[in-house]
């Protein structure tokens, strides 16, 4: 999840090491002698083939379009920006105010482009590429940052991740946010379901809070 792509020791069940990272099985393998870094060189030769295969099926995730968010069928919006600081008014009428999206293919691959809008109009707000990794500044008063009068650098990483929910390809587009100062973590899965596609956010506030989920439907609509 979005922890554990930002803080591996979150998925350790015991801290048996000093330090705990993630890895390519290439780095893995540079960085053994003969003799230890022999099975992770065939387990290398097995995983070229399935990554070819899941590149595969990730580059057919069709997002393309343009769409509406339906706030009648989200679920606990509201509720997740309260969590990122908003009061309840403001939570409610954020949830509630019109959230129009354009996504569209770079180059036939797995990167995004994903034009943000301002209401229901023609006035673009926001054109972002999700890369693999980038760091993102966001202007003071970003609503998904619950409005904070400074700017705030944002860490993301972007990677597809297996989704039960997604229909007819169980596969999601996933990014992971992480606050520099620790302020939260957060993971945006995108996938389609039928005609609809989903984004459900799943933030975990510092320190001990619960994390927070919430749902967000939208449709498809006429680009133009």
């Known amino acids: 999840d979005g922890r554990g792509d930002f803080d591996p020791a979150s998925v350790c069940e015991r801290h048996e090491f000093s330090r705990v990272g993630w890895e390519s099985v290439g780095a893995v393998v540079a960085g053994l002698g003969p003799n230890g870094a022999a099975p992770y060189k065939s387990l290398r030769e097995i995983l070229r083939g399935e ?3 899941w590149d595969a099926r990730c580059a057919a995730v069709d997002l393309a379009g343009k769409w509406s968010r339906d706030y009648s069928q989200c679920t606990g919006l509201a509720g997740a920006l309260e969590a990122r600081g908003l009061s309840p008014e403001k939570a409610r009428a954020e949830a509630a105010a019109p959230y129009v999206q354009r996504f569209e293919r770079i180059g036939g691959g797995t990167t995004w482009r994903v034009t943000t809008f301002r209401g229901e109009g023609p006035e673009i707000r926001r054109v972002l590429e999700y890369a693999e990794c980038w760091d993102e500044k966001y202007p003071a008063g970003a609503v998904i940052l619950g409005c904070r ?11 597809f991740l297996a989704e039960p929910d997604a229909a ?7 990014t992971s946010s992480s606050t520099f100062g620790g302020v939260h973590v957060e993971e945006s899965r995108r996938y389609r379901k039928g005609h609809q596609m989903i984004l459900r956010r ?3 506030p510092r320190g001990n809070s619960p994390r927070v989920v919430s749902t967000e439907v939208f449709l498809r609509i006429k680009d133009g």
Do not use: G, N, Y
Request: aromatic share 4%.
């Open 202 to 204: 799943t933030l975990w």
């Open 168 to 174: 007819p390809k169980a596969i999601s587009h996933c």
């Open 51 to 53: 990554q070819q295969r």
């Open 149 to 159: 009068p400074e700017a705030i650098m944002i860490r993301r990483r972007t990677t």
